[in-house]
T-cell receptor, first 111, second 112 residues
Framework: GENVEQHPSTLSVQEGDSAVIKCTYS??????FPWYKQELGKRPQLIID?????GEKKDQRIAVTLNKTAKHFSLHITETQPEDSAVYFC??????????FGTGTRLTIIP | DTAVSQTPKYLVTQMGNDKSIKCEQN?????MYWYKQDSKKFLKIMFS???????INETVPNRFSPKSPDKAHLNLHINSLELGDSAVYFC???????????FGSGTRLTVV
C-alpha cells in the first residue's frame, strides 16, 4: 500500500518569511496529492491539491510542487501570517480513492 | 448548511460500553470514510463505503462495525470500548475522480 512521509514534524517561522513542508510517497500509481490544514480543535480542510499531470500549482500565497520521478511533493507558503499557524497534512491517493496521510507538520508563525 | 455532519461532537464513556457515532453528508458524494486521529495527530483510515458498499476495511478490530443505510449516511458502532479507542473520529466524503475529501467536524471519544 501507499506510504507517505512528511518532514519536518514541527516548523517555526518568523512572520513574513516562507515555510516549506516536504512529502514523499511510495506508490508510483498515486495520482492525486492534496494538502490539508487543521487548526486546533477543528476539522482538516483542503487548502490546495495537485494532480500527477501537473508539476506546480499556485493559489495566492500557497503553492505546491510535484516531482513524479522522485515521488516528492512540497507545500510552499510565502509571506506567512499568524493565521497560518496550524497542523498541515500532505496526502496521496491512487485509483481506489483512499487517501493516505502524512504524519503532519505543526507550523508556528512567530510574530 | 453543514456539508458533512457528525454526532455527537463529544462522547465520554466507560470501558466496556457500546457506543455509536453518526455521519451524514448532503453533498451528493458517492463515497464516505471513517478516519481515526490519535493523540499524536496521525490520521488513519478505518473504513470506506461507496454507495452503501464496503470497499476499504483496514486492520480495525471487529469491535468496530460501520453501517451505511444509504449513500448519504455512514455510522460507526463500537462494542466493548477500550481505553485505546480514545481518539477523534472523523467522517469524510468524496466524489470519485474529484479527489478531495470533505471532513466532518469530528467526534472526540474519551474512554474512561
Amino acid at each position: 500500500g501507499e506510504n507517505v512521509e512528511q518532514h519536518p514534524s514541527t516548523l517555526s517561522v518568523q512572520e513574513g518569511d516562507s515555510a516549506v513542508i516536504k512529502c514523499t510517497y511510495s506508490d508510483s500509481a498515486s495520482n492525486y496529492f492534496p494538502w490539508y490544514k487543521q487548526e486546533l480543535g477543528k476539522r482538516p480542510q483542503l487548502i490546495i491539491d495537485i494532480r500527477s499531470n501537473v508539476g506546480e500549482k499556485k493559489d495566492q500565497r500557497i503553492a505546491v510542487t510535484l516531482n513524479k520521478t522522485a515521488k516528492h511533493f512540497s507545500l510552499h507558503i510565502t509571506e506567512t501570517q499568524p493565521e497560518d499557524s496550524a497542523v498541515y497534512f500532505c496526502a496521496a491517493t491512487g485509483g481506489n480513492e483512499k487517501l493516505t496521510f502524512g504524519t503532519g507538520t505543526r507550523l508556528t508563525i512567530i510574530p | 448548511d453543514t456539508a458533512v455532519s457528525q454526532t455527537p461532537k463529544y462522547l465520554v464513556t466507560q470501558m466496556g460500553n457500546d457506543k455509536s457515532i453518526k455521519c451524514e453528508q448532503n453533498l451528493g458524494h458517492d463515497t464516505m470514510y471513517w478516519y481515526k486521529q490519535d493523540s499524536k495527530k496521525f490520521l488513519k483510515i478505518m473504513f470506506s463505503y461507496n454507495n452503501k458498499e464496503l470497499i476499504i476495511n483496514e486492520t480495525v478490530p471487529n469491535r468496530f462495525s460501520p453501517k451505511s443505510p444509504d449513500k448519504a449516511h455512514l455510522n460507526l458502532h463500537i462494542n466493548s470500548l477500550e481505553l485505546g479507542d480514545s481518539a477523534v473520529y472523523f467522517c469524510a466524503s468524496s466524489r470519485p475522480g474529484l479527489g478531495g475529501y470533505t471532513f466532518g467536524s469530528g467526534t472526540r471519544l474519551t474512554v474512561v
